[in-house]
Structures are given as structure tokens and as C-alpha cells.
């Protein structure tokens, strides 16, 4: 039997299962509620409180329903299994929309449609959608609550999955509620339904999705739709679609920026500090490198963030980062004890989701590359039996841990700081084969706009599509820019300008993924990339070596620390070596690009490109 709520969100619903604080004060908030829950007709309400009781009801529910499947407590203590439906296993970049009131605003990489026209179809798909279901109401807010200005937001969703996983990834629940009515504050409104109503008596299934899937964007409204998946940036809405999407067009009108970035802390062996931001696309390496343990001796790396860095000025003129989350929802595969120990470690102390990814035996989870050795027995992300023999991988390569960033046994202290920290460097990268090398340094702010601008990745697994082709991945926020890319180029140009040039990052373009002959990569990568962090330092102080080349300056061999490193010389020259015939190739696909943006496009940019070819040859 199922009986629909009246849209009374303001007090508790009968029949909620869990219990719940059940009103809000704040009238935009209840009547937004209400709104929703009129056109999606859920079964009950619940307004998610984030306490650990809240987590015991949901969990075990989630475990009853066959969605997660509760793992070994000696092993990883409350935690969980889950696999996805096989179709939704990824970012959906064909089916995001940024519906601007103004095509143009939208620019030349986002799809786009009319507010109006998007509305209009998407209430439609959430007529009725909710049936059967709960609507949970999770306020959240980006960053901390102690901010000067806290960025709040309220994701409904009909997925207790969402519920679970939005717990470890955003600061949550009844607090934040507490807050936002106190301050009568404004939030961002973000709807997510996964689209599967059920009928009366109808059985559920472990992973309800729908084939119709849309991620929208309402920039002016600062507002987020999404329907049809359930997974990861696709759901858990405070992530991409607000904290880099949306927030990215706040930026714009504020004077800050919104960025892909990792923000890790530096020890050098004499005790100096350097903050880095680091924005490389998806399962690029930013988790990897926001945790990494360094192979040069006395070196140190502290966790701030692993996806996401707000960046804005201080009073004293520097560029203060903060992450705005509160978990780590990280690619699975590749991650282990030799890649990635303290995601190991932080995942072993429990309180953790992995989607998609294979389940052991004694009821623990694996995953390609989490041990040299492979089990002789997996269940697969797909619920097959899976050992050594099979010719398929145990799990999918978009498969997450999702873990709260606190159980990060480097997590730097400052990571509680509202003001941020001061960023020294900023690392742009990507995934290139050739061309691109170990690491080059930005001449100043406008060169090093440039590099971002043009930044070029082939493609993973985090989108849906063709992986392994190159594209331009702009700042490593081809996804995620909420406006147009190339008003965004001007912004970062602008935000150069205005600032103190010498209170600037430096800006840094590096590739860990290049290749030699045989098809291997020929930098090691992980720990070793300390020993380009190292260099990194000595050139904001001046005392590193680097060769002028036509695309920035790049180490001298023997400038970057090379003691104890696995690599031939010619393995070295081939890491740092700046082509001539790649780079000659590499403009014309810079030309192309740039060509997108029409007007738009800075003449700062075009006018870097006529230098790049100059310094190259290139007609
Ligand atoms: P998103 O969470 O999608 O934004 O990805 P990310 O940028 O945080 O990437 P992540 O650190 O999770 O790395 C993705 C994949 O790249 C994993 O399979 C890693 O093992 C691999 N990887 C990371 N760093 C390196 C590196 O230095 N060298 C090589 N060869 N692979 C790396
Ligand atoms: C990415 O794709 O860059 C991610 C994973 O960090 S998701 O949350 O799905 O966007
Ligand atoms: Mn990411």
C-alpha cells in the first residue's frame, strides 16, 4: 500500500520509516519542498539529519533492498558494497546541459538549451517520478559552516544511495539546516531523481536508474536538475554541478575561481612550506598526487583536497585555496599499497562506499591494481564469479571508493581553515603519450593561462564515450565550466591582471603519462613524482636550473633529483624532451581549438600562440 503525501514538508510525514526532524523554519526552503514533492508524489519525506543513527537505518535498508551489501567488519568496518546498473557507471558529458537564459553564455563546449524549453521537458520526467519512493531532503553546504559567507545548498533526491554517499562527500544534515534557517540564507536548490517510480507492489531493483538522463545546469538561477543516474558527479550534486559548475559562474561574478584542483601541502627537509593546487582531468592523477609519499628523503606531503580548490584573494594579496568537500570519492583501480598507501590506509579505517568494484571472498573488496598478487576468486562489479582466468576486468575502470577525507592519515591540519591557505604553484597536466613534457614552467600568469587554455588529455573512463582519444581539457574543466570557456580564459586573464604579480602562483604544465617506444610510460610517476614537486620549489626560490625552450623552461637533467631513481638517461632525455616535428604538429590542433571561441577568445591568447610559433619555426 502505498499513500501519497500532501506537500506538507514542514512537519514530519506518517509512515517515514527513519526518523527524522521533519520541518524547516526557512519558508523558501519548505515551499521549494512542497513544490517537488507536488509534482514527484514520493511515497514519504525525510529530511536527512546526517546522524550516525541516520546512517545505521539507511545502510541497513539499503542492505535489506540487495543495493549494498555490507562488508567484513574486522576487514573494513562499516562499509559497503555496491554495484551500479551496468549503463550507469559514469559522468554523462552528452547529456549535461548549461541552460543560460542566453545561448552564447552557454559558449562553444557546453550543450546548451533555453531555460524555459529545459524546464518544461524535465517537469514532465519528474511528474510522478518520486512514486514509491522516499524524498529525502539533505542540506548541505560546500566548504566549511564557518565560513564568511557559507555556501549552502539542498539536494533532494529519491536515492538512498545518494543520501549515503552525499554523508561522506559534503558537510551535511540537521547543523547545516540549523544554519541556514538562522541566517534566513539563500542555497543552492539541486533535484536529483533517478527516475524509477515504482507501482504499487512493484519490486525495486538494487540500482534504479533511467535510460533518459539529464544534468542540468541553470546558471542565473544557480539552481541544479538532474534525472535519470545515479552515480557519482551525475548525483552527488553538491560536487561537480555546484561546487564547479555553478560555483565557477558565482567566481566569475565575484572575482574568484572554481577549480579541478588537488590543493596538497609541502615540507622541504629544511622545514619551508609550500601550498600547490594541481588541476588535471578525470582520473588523471589528482587523488595520487594529493596524497603521495615521497621517495626523496626529508620531503613531506600533507592532503588538503583531491578534486576540488575555491581559490581567492586574501587581504595580503595571495591566492587562498579551500576544498569545498568533506569526503574523497576516488578511482579505484591503480589504487594500492605501492601506488597509493595512504588511500589505502584511509579507506582500511571503515565508513566507506565502493561502487562497482569486486567483492572478495572473506568479504572485502579488490580491485585491478590494489595488489600485485590477484585473488583466485573475486565476485565481479558485474555479480560473476571472476578469477585470474577471466578476460574481463573484476572492476569497472570508473569504480570508487568513496571515504570521508578526515580518515586521511595525512590530512594537513590547516584543511579546517575557512580562510584557506596560500597557494604557491599551480600545476596544470594530462594524459599525453607524446609532446607534452615531464615539466615545464609558465614564463608568468598570461603564459601559464595559455597552457591551461590549451591544455590537451586523452580520454578516461570517468565520462562516458571513447577512451584514450586526445582532446583539449581547458584548466582540466572541459565538463565543468558553468559559462561560456572562452569568457572563462578571460577571466582567469583577468584575475592575473588584477592581482600583485609577484604574490601570484607560478604556474607549472606537467605529464606523468608520456610514453616511450616500446609503448611503456617512461616516467615511474606516483612517489616519484616528489622529485618534480622538489623542482617545482627550487624554482619559486630561484635556485633550480631550467633551459628556456620555445614552450616554457623545462630541468635540466641534472636539475631535477635524480638519486636513487629506476631510469636510464635515455629514459630521462625522453621524459624532459621538448620535440620540434610534435610540437609543429601540436599547433594546428591549438589553432583549431582557439578558432572555436570566435570573439571570445582573448587576444592575450592568440597573441601567446603567434609566440609559441615563432620560438617553434612554425608558419
Ligand atoms: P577524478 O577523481 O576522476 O577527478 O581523478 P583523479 O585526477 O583524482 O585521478 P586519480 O589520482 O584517481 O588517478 C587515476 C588513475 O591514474 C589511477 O588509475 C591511477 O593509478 C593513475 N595514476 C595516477 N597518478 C599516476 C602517475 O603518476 N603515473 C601513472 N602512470 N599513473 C598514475
Ligand atoms: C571526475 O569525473 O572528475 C570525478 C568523479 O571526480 S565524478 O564525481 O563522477 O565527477
Ligand atoms: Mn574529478
Given amino acids: 500500500t502505498t499513500e501519497t503525501t500532501t506537500a506538507t514538508p514542514a512537519t514530519a510525514t506518517p509512515g517515514a520509516e527513519i526518523p527524522s526532524d521533519g520541518s524547516t523554519t526557512h519558508a523558501r526552503l519548505a515551499s521549494w519542498v ?46 559497503f558494497h555496491c554495484a551500479s546498473d551496468p549503463s550507469d557507471v559514469a559522468r554523462v558529458e552528452d547529456r ?27 517537469t514532465d520526467l519528474y511528474r510522478g517520478s518520486m ?33 549515503a554517499s552525499m554523508r561522506v562527500m559534503a558537510r551535511i544534515g540537521t547543523k547545516v539546516l540549523k544554519r541556514i534557517e538562522e541566517l534566513d540564507a539563500d542555497f543552492v536548490p539541486a533535484l536529483h531523481s533517478v527516475g524509477a517510480p515504482l507501482e504499487p507492489g512493484q519490486k525495486d531493483v538494487a540500482w534504479p536508474c533511467s535510460d533518459t538522463k539529464y544534468i542540468v545546469q541553470f546558471p542565473e538561477e544557480r539552481m541544479i536538475w538532474s534525472y535519470g543516474s545515479g552515480y557519482g558527479g551525475n548525483a552527488l550534486l553538491g560536487k561537480k554541478c555546484y561546487s564547479l559548475r555553478i560555483a ?76 569545498p568537500e568533506f569526503g574523497l570519492f576516488g578511482v579505484a583501480p591503480g589504487t594500492g599499497w605501492d601506488t597509493n598507501p595512504n588511500a589505502m590506509r ?46 574481463e576486468p573484476s572492476s569497472h575502470p570508473n569504480s570508487r571508493f568513496c571515504t570521508p577525507i578526515e580518515q586521511c592519515p595525512i590530512l594537513a591540519p590547516e584543511y579546517d581553515d575557512p580562510q584557506g591557505v596560500p597557494i604557491s604553484a599551480i600545476l596544470f ?19 601559464g593561462t595559455f597552457m591551461g587554455a590549451t591544455l590537451s588529455s586523452e580520454t578516461t573512463a570517468a565520462a562516458t564515450g571513447a577512451v584514450g582519444v586526445v582532446r583539449r581539457d581547458p584548466m582540466a ?59 617545482v620549489v627550487e624554482r619559486l626560490e630561484g635556485t633550480a636550473a631550467a633551459v628556456e625552450t620555445p614552450i616554457g623552461h623545462v630541468p635540466t637533467p641534472e636539475s631535477l633529483d635524480t638519486d636513487g631513481l629506476d631510469m636510464t638517461e635515455e ?33 592575450t591568447l592568440w597573441t601567446e600562440l603567434d609566440g609559441l610559433k615563432a620560438r617553434l619555426g612554425v608558419k
Fill in 96 to 122: 549535461t546541459y548549461i541552460c543560460s537564459v542566453e545561448e552564447k553564455d552557454a559558449g562553444p563546449t557546453n550543450n546548451w538549451m533555453a531555460p524555459d524549453e529545459m524546464k518544461a521537458i524535465m
Fill in 571 to 603: 629514459q630521462l632525455r625522453i621524459a624532459l624532451n621538448v620535440d620540434a616535428d610534435e610540437w609543429a604538429a601540436e599547433i594546428p590542433q591549438i589553432q583549431e581549438w582557439f578558432d572555436k571561441f570566435g570573439p571570445t577568445l582573448p587576444t
Fill in 248 to 323: 565557477s559562474v558565482m567566481a566569475r561574478d565575484e572575482g574568484w575561481l572554481a577549480e579541478h584542483m588537488l590543493i596538497l601541502k609541502l615540507t622541504s627537509p629544511e622545514g619551508t612550506v609550500k601550498y600547490i593546487a594541481a588541476a588535471f582531468p578525470s582520473a588523471c592523477g589528482k587523488t595520487n598526487l594529493a596524497m603521495l609519499e615521497p621517495t626523496i628523503p626529508g620531503w613531506k606531503v600533507e592532503t588538503l583536497g583531491d578534486d576540488i580548490a575555491w581559490m581567492k584573494f586574501g587581504k595580503d594579496g595571495r591566492l587562498y585555496a579551500v576544498n
Fill in 34 to 79: 512542497a513544490e517537488v514533492a507536488a509534482l514527484t508524489t514520493p511515497d514519504r519525506i525525510h529530511w536527512v539529519t546526517g546522524s550516525d543513527e541516520e546512517w545505521k537505518a539507511l545502510t541497513d535498508e539499503l542492505v535489506e533492498v540487495g543495493t549494498f551489501t555490507r562488508l567484513n567488519e574486522d576487514l573494513k568496518p562499516n562499509s
Fill in 429 to 447: 597536466g594530462g594524459r599525453r603519450k607524446t609532446t607534452i613534457p615531464l615539466v615545464t614552467e609558465a614564463r608568468d600568469w598570461v603564459h
Fill in 346 to 391: 584511509t579507506i582500511a579505517k571503515g565508513n566507506s562506499v565502493f561502487t562497482n568494484v569486486a567483492l572478495t571472498d572473506d568479504g572485502d573488496i579488490w580491485w585491478e591494481g590494489m595488489t600485485e598478487e590477484k585473488p583466485a576468486h573475486l565476485i565481479d562489479w558485474k555479480g560473476r564469479d571472476w578469477t585470474p582466468e577471466s578476460t
Fill in 131 to 163: 512514486k514509491g519512493r522516499t524524498l529525502y531532503v539533505i542540506p548541505f553546504v560546500m566548504g566549511h559552516l564557518n565560513a564568511d559567507k557559507p555556501m549552502f545548498g539542498v539536494e533532494i533526491t529519491d536515492s538512498a544511495y545518494v543520501v
Fill in 477 to 535: 574543466m572541459l565538463p565543468f565550466i558553468g559559462y561560456n570557456a572562452g569568457d572563462y580564459f578571460n577571466h582567469w586573464i583577468k584575475v592575473g591582471k588584477d592581482a600583485d604579480a609577484a604574490k601570484l602562483p607560478k604556474i607549472f604544465y606537467v605529464n606523468w603519462f608520456r610514453r616511450d617506444a616500446d609503448g611503456g610510460f617512461v616516467w615511474p610517476g606516483f612517489g616519484e613524482n616528489s622529485r618534480v614537486l622538489k623542482w
